[in-house]
């Protein structure tokens, strides 16, 4: 595997901060960020230098029920071509449901959800990862991901989940230890078990991140510093095997560039730290492989069936976070509405981002109009479309009261809904919205 050293991820918002930064080997960046045709001056910049830059996806929902898009999955290996990338990375999680496999409406998460640790579970992501490897022109990496709940009556640990993944499909692992924090405080899960469950030689690389706790639950928001657990289980890792490449990620609340080279060499130390310790203890203990298939290929009517009761599953599961049915068997009430919140309120955040004018236009009732309005509408699609959505559920209303508000929505909408864009730029017509709500203070 190419060692890679250590890295960032790359966001529009530090690219800067990025460029000047000492001792950044190499970069990641969002996949469904970048345009291969149209790469930002930054990346090109970075790699002119020799500076090595990995697509990282978050929507292809290999976890998912549905076979890997095949749409997404060009996108993807026109990025990692685009890109001249050693390998391209993805998520072990599932982020839509519902469908032909249901019979029902589908439905988008906005977010990346955990998969049921079981064999129909594990024989469809298998299944999917090879799709997807078959896809791509460079070897891909995949991420266990955050969870904040757990699923009931799973049938293995995350280690052995993992061990048995890499071992059926040969596919890399990208670990987040991060998330393995994250797991620890949520569901009591031990990192250093997960860790010595892990097939180390399938490492590709590893994600520090930060996040915080509230009430007993940790939540990764990659916009908060990397606290010291975080540091002690990658130090953790580096003593049982040395990863090729440790990055950094930080997707907002970004803080000045010197405390991020700060956060750099708190990982260097941390990663220093592990080899000294490998160097003086014996090798750590692994555990032992799961019972399971041999990794011969799954018949089609067997997978098939598989893929339905997973689908049914997720569908279910989805529907109560996004959508206000009942909660399914088994799972923890008060942890699935915790984590239905932070859903409704990424999604409004992300929706703000995609379509700035609505805050603008709506002001301080932007939060919490958005925040009624996903209670009763799932998100079906993107969020562009997502934000269309909701003015016309504002508008329907006859809301905001405000009627200059309520024009200037309009005719946002309008502008946005007809087959080609006005003259008027975005950008005029958010500096416009912007003094009408100031000149009401």
Same mark, same amino acid.
């Given at each position: ?123 469809? #992501? ?68 997960? #860790? ?27 916009a908060h510093p990397v606290p010291r657990p975080v540091l002690g289980i990658l130090t953790d890792l580096a003593s ?23 956060? #750099? ?7 220093? %730290? ?16 799961p019972a399971g298939p041999d990794g011969a290929a799954q018949e089609a009517g067997a997978l098939g069936s598989a ?59 932007? $939060?919490? %109009? ?42 946002? $909408? ?28």
């Amino acid at each position: 595997m190419e060692r890679l050293g250590t890295g960032i991820g790359w966001r529009p918002e530090i690219a800067d901060a990025v460029e000047d930064m000492p001792g950044v080997d190499w970069v990641e960046v969002v996949a469904e960020n970048v345009c291969p045709g149209h790469l930002p001056e930054s990346l090109l910049r970075l790699r002119a230098r020799g500076v090595t830059v990995v697509p990282h996806g978050v929507g292809l929902g290999l976890g998912g029920a549905e076979r890997p898009d095949e749409g997404r999955l060009t996108a993807l290996a026109e990025r990692a071509q685009a890109l001249g990338s050693p390998l391209v990375t993805e998520h072990i999680a599932f982020v839509r449901g519902g469908g032909p496999l249901t019979a029902s409406p589908r439905l988008e998460a906005g977010h990346l959800l955990p998969v049921p640790r079981t064999r129909d579970a594990l024989d469809v #992501l298998c299944e999917n990862v090879r799709i997807a490897q078959e896809a791509l022109p460079v070897p891909l990496a995949v991420e266990n991901i955050a969870a904040l709940l757990a699923w009931p009556a799973e049938e293995m640990t995350e280690g052995q989940f993992l061990y048995e993944l890499a071992d059926r499909t040969g596919v890399r692992l990208l670990i987040d230890v991060a998330n393995l924090h994250t797991n620890h405080v949520n569901r009591g899960e031990d990192p250093a078990k997960a #860790l010595a469950g892990l097939p180390l030689e399938a490492i590709a690389y590893v994600h520090v991140a930060g996040g915080f706790e509230r009430d007993g639950v940790w939540h990764d928001s990659h916009a908060h510093p990397v606290p010291r657990p975080v540091l002690g289980i990658l130090t953790d890792l580096a003593s049982r095997v040395s990863p090729p490449g440790v990055l950094l990620e930080r997707d907002e609340n970004f803080p000045e560039p010197v405390e991020l080279e700060r956060e #750099l060499e708190a990982i260097r130390q941390a990663v220093h %730290a592990g080899r000294t310790t490998a160097a003086i203890r014996p090798g750590a203990p692994t555990a032992p492989r799961p019972a399971g298939p041999d990794g011969a290929a799954q018949e089609a009517g067997a997978l098939g069936s598989a893929r339905q009761r997973v689908s049914l599953a997720q569908t279910a599961l989805l529907s109560a976070l996004v959508a206000g049915t009942p909660v399914p068997e088994g799972f923890d009430r008060v942890r699935l509405g915790v984590q239905a919140r932070a859903l409704a309120s990424k999604r409004a955040g992300v929706v703000a981002k995609v379509a700035p004018e609505l805050p603008v236009i709506l002001g301080e009732g932007y $939060r919490s %109009a958005f925040l009624e309005y996903a209670h009763g509408h799932p998100m079906a699609g993107g969020y562009r479309r997502d934000a269309m959505e909701f003015a016309a559920f504002l508008l329907d209303a006859g809301r905001p009261q405000d009627a200059e508000a309520r024009r200037e929505l309009r005719e946002w $909408r309008r502008e946005r809904s007809g087959p080609a864009p006005r003259s008027r730029r975005p950008a005029a017509r958010l500096s416009r919205a912007a003094r009408r709500i100031l000149s009401r203070r």
